[in-house]
């Protein structure tokens, strides 16, 4: 769901955080003591301006606690693109080896495993509580930085509401903690009363605030939990709608809408969503779940506190129904996509390589939030200013399902002239328009004229003789020490 006119822009930070409240008063609970682990993550992240290459290893440490079923609940972030794991029990001194069982990237939550269950000996899981309260106490579990022992901090529960998760972009409920968070303890649980509440994850990072930082509350802890039950994460459904707020009078009676009526303008219904066909541009979403929505977009979830009106959808599981009012009837929408599916850039990946095809020397690749990340930690500046408006602002069409780049030219006598060609966005090759990778790909297989003819959005033309690019492609992909002319899922297609 586009959420562009209500989101904020502020930089969260999450790598390898952890929570530092300041030192804690009362004793380590033994109990909860040996619940919680230490992960030691080495991961290899893949080079998506060479989309064939890794970039090479790196290590890590985070944190976790062990839940029902011996299994170490952690973030997602601190086992994302893992070649090896290792899991630490406080308190002690040997490393089991682990492994990631399911991973939900969305809501930054995972599960590792430990296979050699002496692991858990005299180890008391931990139970998942429920959402806290305003102004309530909680304990902090992990090992930050500055030391390898287990740490115990305290802080207050001050908000909660929605917020754009940093790992995944994703806009989901949060509780927000009075205390930094650090390096080092992502992934520990937050508890109150000996039950899981959260689990610590990012922070808001900025000269003009102290001491704000984030966990992810039990509801969304509780819904991965449901959701992987059956051995696969599905995610967190979304309508795949894009809507406005009405707090503006004019607009609302321009709608026909009476005094005491409140809602969410309907401004754009994404192909594929689950709400294609039933709801439409002009629709004013009245309630959801017999909740009424007010005009900027919000919904009372507790008494006296609110937040983003889908809180209500997205504690459905993915199939689910959910039923909304609107201006002109009532309805049942099954939802059957996850959050944020409608994007047309996609946010960060994990875990899955790069998506790639090189032709004639030509390296074609989707745009993705990672190929902007390799401008470096302010791409947003220093990237294409074209590519990051996609990335901000491009919207699917039935007509355009990807936004395909031509990443660069691979030097060689056969695409002479086209050199400096990088980082521009196709429109179409041998007449075919490019909505897709899948397009594209199909253009340059299936052409049988004398040249492959690839034309970007500017109207530049590149003109290759094609059979000269077929015999040549080979020899380039040897000499550049590249393995194949495309990547596994299009090898695959």
């Not at 795949?240 to 005094?259: L, T």
């Not at 401004?267 to 959801?288: H, M, Q």
């Not at 690749?365 to 990335?391: C, H, I, K, Q, R």
């Not at 003789?465 to 992909?477: C, D, F, K, V, Y």
Request: glycine share 8%; proline share 4%; hydrophobic share 35%.
């Amino acid at each position: 769901m586009n959420r562009s006119n209500i989101l904020s822009k502020t930089l969260l930070f999450l790598y390898g955080l952890t929570v530092f409240f300041g030192i804690s008063s009362f004793a380590l609970a033994d109990d909860v003591k040996d619940s919680i682990v230490k992960l030691y993550t080495v991961n290899n992240r893949y080079n998506y301006h060479e989309p064939w290459v890794m970039k090479g290893q790196n290590t890590f440490h985070g944190s976790g606690s062990i839940i029902r079923g011996e299994r170490v609940l952690t973030n997602a972030h601190v086992v994302s693109d893992h070649m090896f794991i290792q899991v630490r029990r406080a308190g002690q001194a040997k490393k089991y080896t682990g492994t990631v069982e399911i991973i939900g990237h969305e809501t930054d939550l995972a599960i590792v495993r430990v296979h050699d269950t002496s692991f858990f000996a005299n180890a008391t899981p931990l139970e998942l509580g429920s959402l806290p309260e305003l102004k309530d106490s909680v304990s902090v579990y992990g090992f930050p930085d500055g030391g390898d022992k287990l740490s115990l901090t305290e802080g207050i529960v001050s908000r909660v509401e929605h917020t754009n998760y940093s790992h995944s972009g994703a806009y989901l409920l949060t509780g927000q903690i009075d205390a930094p968070i650090n390096s080092g303890n992502s992934g520990g649980p937050v508890l109150k009363e000996g039950k899981i509440v959260g689990v610590a994850f990012q922070s808001l990072t900025s000269a003009s605030y102290n001491n704000i930082g984030y966990m992810v509350p039990a509801p969304i802890i509780k819904h991965f939990l449901q959701d992987i039950e059956d051995g696969k994460h599905d995610g967190t459904p979304d309508l795949g709608i894009s809507m406005q707020q009405m707090e503006n009078p004019d607009i609302r009676k321009s709608y026909h809408m009476i005094e005491d009526q409140t809602g969410v303008l309907v401004s754009r219904v994404y192909p594929g969503s689950p709400a294609e066909g039933i709801l439409k541009r002009g629709d004013i979403i009245l309630s959801i779940e017999g909740v009424n929505v007010a005009n900027d977009g919000t919904i009372e979830f507790r008494k006296g506190e609110r937040t983003f009106f889908t809180y209500s959808l997205q504690q459905k599981q993915k199939d689910d129904f959910v039923k909304l009012k609107i201006l002109r009837a009532g309805m049942s929408i099954q939802l059957t996509e996850s959050i944020d599916f409608e994007r047309l850039v996609p946010h960060r990946q994990y875990d899955v390589p790069p998506t790639y095809y090189i032709s004639g020397g030509l390296v074609f690749e989707p745009l993705t939030l990672n190929y902007l990340m390799e401008f470096g930690s302010d791409w947003n500046v220093t990237a294409p200013t074209e590519l990051v408006n996609y990335y901000m602002n491009g919207e699917p069409l039935k007509n355009r399902k990807e936004v395909v780049i031509l990443v660069k030219v691979l030097a060689d006598e056969l695409n002479i002239g086209y050199h400096a060609s990088q980082n521009v966005v196709i429109s179409s090759v041998n007449g075919t328009l490019v909505s897709s990778m899948k397009d594209l790909v199909n253009a340059f297989e299936f052409n049988k004229g004398n040249y492959h003819v690839i034309e970007d959005m500017n109207g530049f033309i590149v003109t290759l003789n094609r059979e000269n690019a077929e015999e040549a492609n080979a020899g380039i992909l040897k000499k550049y020490r590249i393995s194949s002319d495309r990547s596994d899922d299009l090898r695959s297609q």
